[in-house]
């Protein structure tokens, strides 16, 4: 099942749209920007995470799929 994409409204200060215009991007595009980031970075701590207790976790896992 493909789902349209989510829209996300906030609020925009000067802050934000004077550092989009410094960058020459909309101010759209660079909080597109800061989102992906922002996942791609909770994304990777969740991904070690993980791994982390998986690997902590062997054995009991090991045991479990018996």
Do not use: K
């Not at 493909?2 to 410094?22: G, S």
């Amino acid at each position: 099942m493909i789902r349209p994409p989510l829209t996300v409204t906030l609020p925009v200060d000067d802050d934000l749209a004077d550092l989009a215009d410094a960058r020459g991007v909309g101010v759209e595009e660079l909080a597109a920007e800061a989102l992906r980031r922002h996942v791609s970075t909770e994304a990777a701590l969740v991904r070690r995470t993980a791994l982390r207790l998986a690997l902590r976790h062997a054995p009991l896992l090991r045991r479990l799929g018996e």
